[in-house]
């Protein structure tokens, strides 16, 4: 699967670095239009939320000007802003929507090498053995079948006395990935849901058997791995779906997986815009927004009852536990 955008915005100043080159010539046939900023494309701001998706066909490439790290506490002490941020898929809880006509189209950063030796220069500081999370504004196994972004930084980043990279996908094109030398450096986390759920909320990602796969795939070359059960989303009948979904990683999962792969469970949030979009943007599709069982948190936010997740919270509990006794679940929340 290889994404050929319909046009392309960029930032006159990619042209003097090698990746802007590079991506320029690979996509010379494609219209171009010169901006000024990334984070300000008037033409984008002024667009319809029916014409969500067509948006998405557009690739932005600009520099990353601001590199604030952010903390965290999860799998990785710092969200890194990283070579990307967007995407071409369409999940229809993306939290990267919320700001839709500015964030959720894929847009590239030239500018890899900066951001790679701040990382470097981060770990080389610090006491600990930092895990930097580069995956949380976009999906960088997608990016990758772009700009090849994700073999260059494993190379260059092999040979740092310390750290870690992590970072999340829902797409199994890993192939390029598994004959480098990584080092055991970098600990990749697919994020898997029931069959019916992919196939009706994350349009344009891989299918359930595919990132089973990959999983495999990773886990055989070395890589660690972990996988996130997310965006868990209580639809009808969730608890036979979830189940199903259970017995099936237990079922396809290499025995190398299972002896050590970790967990994270995450409930799903939506929001006002998401509803507001989806019903434009994709009318026949479900609705994710269940007034019964979903509440207000703020800021046109919206999570499900305390109720449901303690129950959700249970049933996963006891589940892995049947299926994944060895196993951890970093949390779930
Ligand atoms: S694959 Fe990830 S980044 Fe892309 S639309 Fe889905 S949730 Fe958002």
Known sequence: MMFTPHGIYYEKEIENYELGKVLLEKFKDVPKTI?????NIEEMRKKENKEFLKMKTN??????KTHKYQENHKVSDYLVPYTSSGCVA??????????YNKCAYLRLFVNR???LEKILKTTEKSEKNLTFEIGSNS?????NTITNNLVWTIENFKDSKKGRLTFPTKFAMVDSLL???HKGKVIIRVSVNPEEIIN???????RLNGRIEAINKLKEAGYEVGILIAPVIFVEKWKDKYLELIKRLEFDLSNKVKKDVFFEIIFMTYSYIHTKINEEAFPNSINLFDKEIMTGRGRGKYWYKEQVRKEGEAFFRDNMKKYFPNNVIIYIV
Request: aromatic content about 8%.
């Open 35 to 39: 901006i000024d900023n990334h984070n």
């Open 59 to 64: 690739l932005i490439i600009g520099v990353r």
């Open 90 to 99: 369409a999940c229809m809880y993306c939290y990267l929507v919320c700001n």
């Open 113 to 115: 090498e900066e951001m």
């Open 139 to 143: 999906d960088l196994i997608l990016e």
């Open 179 to 181: 004959d480098l030398d």
């Open 200 to 206: 009706n909320v994350e349009f344009g990602t891989s």
